[in-house]
C-alpha cells in the first residue's frame, strides 16, 4: 500500500475512532443526490431572485418530479458574522430563512455554501472557528445540503506543514480533522444535512470521506463547459467504483448540460457517463430558460433510473482501446448498464464482447436514448456512435 494512503487512513481512523477501513457513513442520501446549483451559470452574480426563480422552474419544467429536489446556493451569498459571531448573508441575499422556507414550499430542498477555512473561494466569510455556530445557522435556515469547499485552508495546511519539517503529514492530518468538525457539527444539529465534500480529489478523499460524516465527495479539480474537460473528468473516474455505495458517492463535479458550449451528442455522453458513475446529478444551468433539447436530456426518466438504481454500484470501466472505451454498471434485478463511449471525432461504428461486460450466453438489449428494444443479444453488442457520442443500453438476461 501506498506510504501516502495508509497515512490518510491512519489519520482518518484515528480522527472518527474507527478500527475498520470499510467505514461507511449512511446519512441523508442513500442514492446520489439530484438537484440545481447555482455556480456554473450564474457564478458570483447570483441573487435569491435568480435561486427562487430556480425553484419556480424545477416545479414547472418537471425536474422536481423526476427526481431533482436540491437547490443549492453556492459562493457570494455570505455577508459578516455580528458582535456574536453569527453569519449573516449579504445584500444579495436579504433573508436566508425565508428564501429556504420558499423552497421548501416547493416542494424542494434547501442547500448552502462555506469553507473549512477562513475564507471562501471567492472571498467572503467562511466557518473557520465558527463551524458548530455556522451549523447551528444553516439548521435554523432550514438548510438540508451543506457543500463545504478547501480553498483558504490550503495555507493553513502549508503552514502546519512547514511547522513539522515539511513534507505534507501533518496537513493532510489537519484537513480531516477540519471536514470532520464541521460534520460532527452538522450531525450535532439532529437536522439530517447532506455534506458535500469539494476538496477536488487530494489526497484520496474517497479513502477518509465516510469516517467524517461526509455523504459524498468531489473527485476532481472544477468543470467547465467543455467537451474536453467533461470528457478528461468522466474517464478519470475508472478505477473508484469501489469507493461508492449507498450513503457515500463519488462526485466528478456538477453538470453542464444546458449551457451551450456542448453539442447535444456531447451532452447526452457527460448525463451518460455520470448515471453510470452514480454520481450526483446536479444541473448548473439556467434553468428558466431551456430549450426542449435540455430537458429532453436532463429529465430522461430512463437515464436517471441508472444513476438512482437502488443497487447503489458505480460504473466500471471494462474495456479500453484508443478511442473506445466502455463501462458496465450492475443494476437491481441483474440487469447491467452498458455505456459505449466514442471519444473520436468521426463516426464509429463499435462493438464489445459481452464477456468483457462479465455476462454470457444472450440477453435481451434495451437502447436507452432512442427508448426502444432491440431484442437478442448474442456475443457481440454493437452500435454505430457519434463523434464524442455515446450508446447507453440496459441488458437483461
Not at 461507511?24 to 442514492?31: D, E, I, Y
Not at 454520481?279 to 437515464?303: F, H, Q
Request: charged share 20%; hydrophobic share 40%.
Amino acid at each position: 500500500m501506498p506510504l501516502k494512503t495508509l497515512l490518510l487512513i491512519t489519520a482518518s481512523l484515528a480522527i472518527a475512532g474507527s478500527t475498520s477501513p470499510n467505514l461507511r457513513a449512511q446519512g441523508p442520501a442513500p442514492t446520489p443526490p439530484m438537484g440545481w446549483n447555482s455556480w456554473n451559470h450564474f457564478a458570483g452574480k447570483v441573487t435569491d431572485a435568480d435561486v427562487r426563480s430556480a425553484a419556480d422552474a424545477m416545479v414547472s419544467s418537471g425536474m422536481r418530479d423526476a427526481g431533482y429536489v436540491y437547490v443549492n446556493v453556492d459562493d457570494t451569498w455570505e455577508g459578516t458574522r455580528d458582535a456574536q459571531g453569527v453569519i449573516h448573508s449579504n445584500d444579495k441575499f436579504p433573508d436566508m430563512k425565508a428564501l429556504g422556507d420558499y423552497i421548501h414550499s416547493k416542494g424542494l430542498k434547501f442547500g448552502i455554501y462555506s469553507s473549512p477555512g477562513p475564507k471562501t473561494c471567492a472571498g467572503y466569510e467562511a466557518s473557520y472557528g465558527h463551524e458548530e455556530q455556522d451549523a447551528k445557522t444553516y439548521a435554523s435556515w432550514g438548510v438540508d445540503y451543506l457543500k463545504y469547499d478547501l480553498c483558504s485552508f490550503g495555507g493553513i495546511m502549508k503552514k502546519a506543514d512547514d511547522a513539522n519539517g515539511g513534507g505534507t503529514a501533518a496537513g493532510y492530518k489537519l484537513m480531516i480533522a477540519a471536514y470532520k468538525k464541521m460534520g460532527d457539527a452538522l450531525k450535532a444539529t439532529g437536522r439530517p444535512i447532506v455534506y458535500s465534500l469539494c476538496q477536488y480529489g487530494v489526497d484520496d478523499v474517497w479513502v477518509w470521506g465516510p469516517s467524517v460524516g461526509a455523504q459524498l465527495w468531489r473527485t476532481t479539480d472544477d468543470i467547465n463547459d467543455s467537451y474536453g474537460r467533461m470528457i478528461t473528468i468522466g474517464l478519470g473516474q475508472s478505477g473508484l467504483n469501489s469507493y461508492a455505495g449507498h450513503g457515500h458517492w463519488n462526485d466528478p463535479d456538477m453538470l453542464e448540460v444546458g449551457n451551450g458550449k456542448m453539442t447535444t451528442d456531447e451532452y447526452k455522453t457527460h448525463m451518460s457517463l455520470w448515471a453510470l458513475l452514480a454520481a450526483p446529478l446536479l444541473a448548473g444551468n439556467d434553468l428558466s430558460k431551456m430549450s426542449d433539447t435540455d430537458k429532453s436530456i436532463l429529465m430522461n426518466r430512463e437515464v436517471i433510473a441508472i444513476d438512482q438504481d437502488k443497487l447503489g454500484v458505480q460504473a466500471k470501466q471494462v474495456y479500453q482501446h484508443g478511442d473506445f472505451s466502455a463501462w458496465a454498471k450492475p443494476l437491481s434485478g441483474g440487469r447491467v448498464a452498458v455505456g459505449l463511449i466514442n471519444t473520436s471525432w468521426s463516426v464509429r461504428d463499435l462493438s464489445v464482447a459481452l464477456k468483457e461486460l462479465g455476462l454470457t450466453g444472450s440477453v435481451k438489449a434495451h437502447d436507452v436514448w432512442a427508448g426502444k428494444d432491440l431484442g437478442t443479444v448474442t456475443g457481440t453488442l454493437s452500435a454505430r456512435i457519434p463523434k464524442h457520442g455515446v450508446a447507453l443500453f440496459v441488458l437483461t438476461k
